[in-house]
């Protein structure tokens, strides 16, 4: 494992960062899981979140566990693995998998169309991994009482289909006992987005097919540098980190267009943005490179040489050293990273909203053919909107898209017959929201950020509230064709997705931040028309 410094200035000031935390013990005291670290008010929590660091050893006595649960799927026919998970208890996985080249599915959505699909996917060969730390999350309650009920409806026993995974004592635990589901119980001292290399990310990835043994064997041969005053890849890159942080270069731009760990990029986003965007402070990371420089930024290369940073090693390696550098940012930042203070917020919020008889959803300030805008906005179409926001974009700040639609209904989009890769490439984009970041982007020399809706608010939800208060907000809704119903809950799928968007903007408001809600009537009309609108402003 190693991490490499290409550009003078990130070199300075890393090599001045590590300079004091050598001087103040900090690589052994943190690799002996030292809770003071951070000071008297993170010492209580500190003091319950740092099992991460024994994960590599302690996660091997779950591998005869994991195989026979693989083994018995296998015999059983269940090919299909279903992983159902917010934030850290799913996006571990995802990458995992990706990488291994297994095919896993993830529900980290509450869109209908998105789990319509799912649900329609060989129920027959379907195994479902459950997963939660709190075992109250909304969205994996609903999913499992989905999931409950189509087993049921087919004939099938849930529990030879159903695996849990959650801490102990939550309520997803008694659940699983008195509903007699498999059940895995992960490490308690270990947060959400630090726990990759526990149940949380292992269960569902052995369960895919994926060499879990092997990610534990690569994190192992790295564990020994952690303690080290030189030669400590978490230390160079915490160091980097909080060093450019505070030189003010705090935007995180992470690079991995040729690198092996396929989509690593989205785990380090929630646990660099949820650890350290709090206290008004904070790290910013964008997933994807922007077409220009903003002055702030500090590129992060996987295994390339594309940035100011390379760090170099295998995945399982990958994972405890980027947790142990963004512990270390968390200190010169003088922040705690084990925390995610507003996170509740945006749940609360939503709460709430579905409280209520029906949802507050206001009239538009105009219409643009297939989007309904709402929010204060003095445009009067959509390419004047785009420029409007993108002209309120302070310094120092960035722009976020936050979408609360189908991540996988881009796929879905017509191409033409005989078409080659590139062209099937380029008809998925075109029908992809995602690209409307990239199309902004090269409209400012700010970040654009985007995220996927709820995934995202078990992510970079926690800077967008406690970070600097510095962001414009773009959120796009979509009307629901076919919804779902959620079995014993008095919402559906649908409902739940539109009152987490109000909630979440709501929130957003309250901090006086622009901040605009895209609804789009037709949703592959309206993604078409928010990309060609973009190319207008």
Not at 26 to 33: I, S, W
Not at 52 to 68: A, F, K
Not at 155 to 172: C, E, F, H, Y
Request: proline share 7%; aromatic share 6%; glycine share 12%.
């Amino acid at each position: 494992m190693e991490v490499t410094y290409r550009e003078e200035g990130v070199a300075s000031a890393a090599s001045s960062a590590a300079g004091r935390l050598v001087a103040d013990g900090v690589p052994a005291r943190l690799a002996g899981g030292d809770p003071t670290l951070w000071g008297e008010d993170a010492e209580a929590e500190a003091a319950v979140r740092l099992g991460w660091l024994t994960l590599p050893r302690s996660s091997r006595e779950l591998l005869p566990v994991l195989g026979g649960l693989a083994e018995r799927a296998r015999a059983a026919g269940l090919t299909n693995v279903v992983l159902a998970g917010m934030g850290g208890s799913s996006l571990a996985a995802e990458v995992i998998c990706a990488t291994a080249d297994v095919p896993l599915t993830v529900l980290d959505t509450t869109d209908p169309g998105q789990v319509r699909r799912a649900l329609a996917d060989r129920p027959h060969e379907t195994i479902v991994v459950v997963a939660g730390k709190s075992g109250s999350t909304v969205e994996t309650d609903g999913l499992l009482r989905i999931y409950e009920g189509l087993f049921a409806g087919a004939g099938i026993d849930p529990a030879t289909r159903i695996v849990i995974v959650t801490d102990p004592g939550s309520p997803l635990e008694k659940r699983a006992i008195d509903a007699g589901y498999e059940l895995v119980l992960a490490q308690p001292d270990v947060g959400g987005r630090y726990s990759a290399l526990s149940a949380y990310g292992l269960v569902p990835s052995a369960l895919a097919g994926a060499d879990v043994g092997r990610l534990l064997d690569e994190a192992a041969d790295v564990l020994p540098l952690l303690s080290r005053d030189s030669g400590n890849p978490g230390l160079d890159l915490g160091a980097a980190l909080g060093g450019a942080a505070l030189a003010g270069r705090d935007k995180l731009v992470l690079e991995d267009q040729l690198s092996a760990t396929n989509g690593l990029p989205d785990w380090i986003e929630q646990l660099v943005a949820e650890s350290t965007g709090k206290q008004g402070r904070g790290i910013l990371p964008v997933v994807g490179a922007d077409p220009n420089e903003t002055g702030d930024e500090l590129v992060v290369a996987i295994e390339t040489d594309l940035g100011d940073v390379r760090v170099d090693g295998p995945l399982g390696a990958q994972f405890l050293v980027w947790e142990y550098a963004t512990a270390v940012a968390g200190l010169l930042l003088d922040i705690d990273p084990f925390d995610q203070p507003n996170v509740a917020e945006s749940k609360e919020n939503t709460a709430a909203l579905l409280a209520l008889p029906d949802l507050p959803t206001g009239a538009p300030a105009f219409v643009d053919g297939p989007v309904e805008v709402y929010g204060s906005a003095t445009a009067k179409d959509l390419p004047g909107l785009f420029a409007e926001l993108l002209h309120a974009i302070p310094a120092g700040g960035y722009l976020s898209i936050m979408a609360y639609l189908d991540r996988l209904a881009a796929f879905d989009a017509p191409v033409p017959e005989g078409a080659d890769f590139e062209q099937m490439t380029d008809a998925w984009m075109m029908a992809d929201p995602a690209t409307l970041r990239a199309l902004l982007a090269l409209r400012t020399d700010r970040p654009v950020t985007f995220g996927w809706g709820p995934r995202f608010l078990h992510s970079t939800g926690q800077y967008h509230k406690g970070g600097p208060q510095n962001g414009v907000f773009l959120q796009i809704t979509g009307v629901v064709d076919e919804d779902v119903a959620v079995p014993d809950r008095p919402y559906t799928l649908g409902r739940l997705q539109l009152a987490q968007a109000l909630g979440d903007l709501g929130a957003l408001e309250t901090r006086g931040r622009p901040a605009v809600r895209l609804h789009l009537t037709d949703r592959a009309a309206g993604v078409a028309r928010l990309l060609a609108a973009a190319q207008e402003a």
